[in-house]
């Protein structure tokens, strides 16, 4: 087709687009690189012992990229497996979203080219950088184009290289930084079933986690991070409960960002439902920051931990200092 008939037929769709009364995640998708680090060699790189990162950050084993696998071509296989889930092709999505904060390069930005690698050939692409909170960001802004009538599907990715960013001699971010994509297609609903975001961010502690310009390389104050989320977030978990209508005690899962086994530990205590199903995906993925929301959703649903319907609290937060909770219903 001429390219000017397919921009012309995309904008007669959008002129067809009316609100919508909620919206819902229709489809799940998921890569995981193939190259597993284990312990024993993320160690000898950071000049520690395997029991010393078990036991510190609950990793036991982690996924770095090859060469070949990018934050785009990740995001593209993920991307394509949640069009799959739900039976939907490339030309039902209006907007593909990249949450990432590792692209290569400011620009071209990543979601244009996964966009056209999917085949979403008239689709806005944008990305969007929360960090490890990412994910969460880019559902709820995909919640609102959706009701708001602004695109019929938004697919939101969250897609990270990280191991292009830490060294692998720093304890601090060596061991627990790691690889992945995982994808959700946004869809309307008759009744919502992605809730209210509670989000917002703490630019005063900005410098915690932080990539300086003059050494490419991140660098992250793990203590006072700790300290910051198992503090200060407890109240972000609650309110987002509270928007959706319901206790912590009506959920079937947790979701939190797979940040160290500590923190989500810490984080499920606060929430006061000890019987609760919560991902610790960190175990064997590592931390993949804008990915390991979805990247830990698609493995309980996977294993039949959460069903269809069911109330799933996700919970991302990291560098910015960035944060933002939803409740959703699993698709």
């Known amino acids: 087709m001429d390219e000017k008939l397919k921009l012309q037929g995309a904008a007669v769709a959008a002129s067809s687009l009316s609100p919508s009364a909620g919206s819902r995640i229709d489809g799940l998708g998921a890569y995981r690189p193939v190259a597993v680090v284990t312990n024993e060699e993320a160690a000898t790189a950071a000049g520690v012992s395997p029991e010393w990162i078990s036991n510190r950050v609950g990793v036991e084993e982690r996924s770095h990229a090859r060469e070949a696998e990018t934050v785009v071509t990740m995001a593209v296989a993920a991307g394509k497996e949640a069009l799959a889930d739900c039976d939907a092709t490339a030309d039902d999505v209006d907007v593909v979203l990249l949450s990432t904060c590792s692209m290569p390069s400011p620009m071209p930005n990543g979601a244009a ?146 940040a160290n086994l500590r923190i989500i530990e810490a984080l499920r205590q606060g929430l006061g439902a000890p019987d609760l199903v919560t991902a610790t995906d960190v175990t064997n993925a590592g931390n993949t920051s804008a990915a390991s929301v979805p990247l830990a959703l698609h493995a309980l649903r996977q294993r039949g931990d959460v069903s269809r319907g069911d109330p799933v609290l996700l919970f991302g937060f990291g560098a910015g200092l960035c944060y933002a909770a939803q409740v959703v219903l699993c698709p």
């Open 113 to 258: 080219s996964t966009a056209a690698a999917i085949g979403c050939t008239a689709a806005a692409g944008f990305d969007l950088n929360a960090a490890c909170s990412g994910f969460c960001h880019g559902l709820a802004v995909a919640d609102a184009l959706v009701r708001a009538g602004t695109a019929r599907s938004v697919l939101v990715i969250g897609s990270e290289r990280m191991t292009d960013w830490v060294a692998p001699e720093d304890r601090d971010t060596g061991p627990i930084f790691a690889d992945g994509a995982a994808a959700a297609l946004v869809v309307p609903s008759a009744e919502p079933a992605i809730f209210p975001v509670a989000w917002g961010s703490d630019g005063t502690h900005s410098d915690l986690i932080r990539i300086p310009s003059e050494t490419s390389r991140m660098e992250m104050a793990g203590r006072k991070v700790f300290r910051w989320t198992t503090s200060e977030l407890a109240a972000v978990m609650q309110v987002a409960c509270e928007r959706a209508g319901l206790e912590p005690a009506d959920l079937r899962a947790f979701v939190p960002h797979q």
